[in-house]
């Protein structure tokens, strides 16, 4: 009787060990596909920072072109005032020495 019950407990212990051998397996293979999918979305990760650093670069020359842009037509706008000034009393003069020759006629 003892050796009877000593054989179904080792039949049932066996029955334990194998589905617990089947589970680790199981799991072993759950563990290497997410490994899998982690050094893929690492890379995936690392290839987007790339991108972004590349984008803020292109964004940083971008905003120190509109500066020195910006600067640029500042200077232009004051010059051309400067001419329209300068114009306007060129042809005030000429209109005064076209007054004076008119008046000597």
């Known amino acids: 009787m003892l050796v009877s019950q000593l054989e179904k407990k080792l039949s049932e212990e066996r029955e334990v060990s194998s589905r617990m051998t089947?589970?680790?397996q199981?799991?072993?293979?759950?563990?290497?596909?997410?490994?899998?999918?982690?050094?893929?979305?690492?890379?995936?990760?690392?290839?987007?920072?790339?991108?972004?650093?590349?984008?803020?670069?292109?964004?940083?020359?971008?905003?120190?072109?509109?500066?020195?842009?910006?600067?640029?037509?500042?200077?232009?706008?004051?010059?051309?005032?400067?001419r329209i000034k300068e114009e306007g009393k060129l042809k005030a003069e000429i209109n005064r020495l076209k007054m004076d020759v008119g008046r000597k006629r």
């Open 26 to 82: 199981e799991l072993g293979v759950r563990v290497n596909v997410l490994a899998s999918e982690k050094a893929e979305l690492s890379v995936i990760a690392a290839e987007a920072e790339d991108k972004l650093d590349e984008v803020e670069r292109n964004l940083d020359e971008a905003e120190e072109k509109i500066a020195d842009l910006s600067s640029r037509l500042g200077e232009n706008v004051e010059e051309q005032q400067r």
């Open 22 to 24: 089947s589970r680790n």
